[in-house]
């Protein structure tokens, strides 16, 4: 027995050896900012910002050993060492046959699309990542949502929201045809659900049902890590599990993967694409060289593959994913604790504020999420970023606004980069928009772009 818990919110399981100051600017300069970035977060300069949960992509902090591998680079054009260690690290991790190195996880969805996908074909997913579906779509893929229904509502509370409905599944099999079906993307977890995880169950039968009717079942692994602490946490049969076999399990029900290193792999750059089919492999490699550089660097310096490699590895520790896990949940309680609507359960990366709920006075075509995230940052120079119809983009065909029924404002939390003092600070500061909501005001379009328009739209404010 001991007189302090930390179990509900672990303190940070590091020490601060290396500091980057932060400072808040004036609310003026913040209302000058946000106007100058047409009222989109990603159009504002990083030193304008004061607590950047933009993104949990490419920001995290890295551990002493990281830094020191930096250092170790093989600068090779081939046959780097420090491939070779994280060649190695990803079998041992993730159990596949192959690995292609690529510049980050787009750069495999780009590979992966374009040696699995006939145009015309299916592909499945629970839900859908922006970048991912893009190569689908380019790729003549059409893409079809078949996570459980739950997903799609922002308030229902239950384990799993990332799960694969088996009924859609099993449905789209049968009317399509499984050689129309390119493959299945699974995402462990679902970035656009709120971070929801899907349970090994889930896993295991998404897996037998297209093994029976040979479809291929492709994971994007990016958030595996987060994925594998909510089973060790909630699902029977794995409380005695390490991270490391529970990782192993999962990827035992797939045929490959994508991943992005920005995520849970804990660095800044890179990804990689895994296979175990020996042709698709080879077609794999064809495209790399084109794509990303030669198969044994995919576009990261040696160093870049070090540190990867030594990231991947530390992601495993119990210590570590535990308390980042555990640190988004603070936040996402606080928020709850005073009523702000979220969605429920908070999930492994971020917070996601339901926009619908907190701004009831805008449609979904005056873009609440946008206008909210705007206003936050005004508000205390946090940078969030919008979630919804802006992000979902136009019909390829009929050119109307997909209108998704998560209309979010995402927390994303770097990886070892902020305090719960500062989640105190962003929690203060949303609660407080939260009863002074109806100043947050509908925007219209005064920069649209054709593709991926979240990233560079302009807005003003239509009222
Ligand atoms: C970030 C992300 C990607 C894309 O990875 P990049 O490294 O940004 O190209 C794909 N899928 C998911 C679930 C992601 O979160």
């Known amino acids: 027995m001991s007189f302090m818990d930390l179990s509900k919110y672990p303190a940070e399981p590091f020490k601060i050896k290396s500091v980057e100051p932060v400072k808040m600017i004036s609310k003026s300069e913040r209302e000058a900012a946000a106007k100058e970035a047409g009222y989109n977060t990603f159009n504002l300069k990083s030193e304008d910002v004061y607590i950047d949960l933009l993104t949990d992509s490419g920001t995290n902090a890295m551990s002493d050993k990281q830094w020191a591998g930096m250092m170790m680079g093989d ?12 060649e190695e690290t990803c079998k041992e991790i993730f159990g596949f046959k192959h690995i292609v190195p690529t510049h980050q996880g787009r750069g495999a969805e780009n590979l992966l699309s374009t040696i699995a996908i006939k145009p015309g074909q299916y592909v499945a997913g629970n839900m859908y990542f922006t970048t991912t579906r893009y190569h689908q779509e380019k790729n003549g893929g059409i893409f079809v949502d078949i996570i459980r229904d739950e997903a799609h ?36 977890t679902v970035n656009l659900a709120g971070g929801q995880p899907v349970s090994m169950k889930n896993m295991r039968e998404v897996y037998e049902i297209c093994q029976k009717h040979g479809v291929k079942v492709f994971f994007d692994a990016t958030r595996c890590v987060e994925n594998a602490y909510f089973i060790k946490e909630q699902e029977e049969g794995y409380q005695d599990k390490t991270i490391k076999e529970i990782v192993h399990e999962m990827f035992s029900y797939s045929d490959g993967a994508t991943m992005s290193g920005k995520k849970d792999g804990i660095v800044n750059i890179g990804g990689f694409l895994a296979l175990n089919d020996d042709e698709l492999f080879g077609h794999a490699k064809e495209f790399v060289v084109v794509y990303e550089g030669m198969p044994s660097y ?24 535990e308390h980042r896990v555990k640190q988004v949940r603070y936040l996402g309680d606080r928020l709850r604790e005073a009523g702000v609507p979220i969605v429920e359960p908070t999930g492994g990366h971020a917070v996601f504020l339901d926009a619908r709920k907190f701004c009831p006075h805008l449609d979904q075509e005056q873009f609440p999420a946008q ?3 705007a206003f936050l940052y005004i508000d205390s120079g946090v940078r969030s970023m919008e979630r919804g119809i802006v ?13 998704p029924k998560l209309e979010t404002v995402r927390l994303t939390i770097p990886r070892r980069v902020y305090t719960y003092r500062h989640m105190d ?7 407080g928009l939260f009863n002074n909501k109806e100043e947050i005001r509908p925007l219209k379009f005064v920069y649209e772009p054709p593709q991926l328009r979240f990233f560079t739209a302009k807005f003003d404010f239509a009222d």
């Open 153 to 188: 509502d922002a308030s229902t509370d239950v384990p799993f929201k990332g799960d694969i409905c088996l009924e859609k599944l099993q449905k789209l099999i049968d009317e399509k045809g499984a050689e129309n079906i390119a493959y299945v993307c699974l995402a462990v």
């Open 75 to 86: 600068e090779a054009y081939a046959g780097s060492k420090n491939w070779i260690f994280l």
């Open 371 to 373: 206008s909210l995230a």
């Open 391 to 403: 992000s979902a983009g136009r019909d390829n065909k009929t050119g109307e606004n997909h209108k």
């Open 425 to 431: 600070v962003v929690a203060d500061s949303v609660i």
């Open 298 to 321: 995919g576009g990261m310096t040696g160093r870049d593959m070090e540190a990867f490699a030594i990231g991947l590895r530390e992601s495993l520790q119990f210590e570590y994913i």
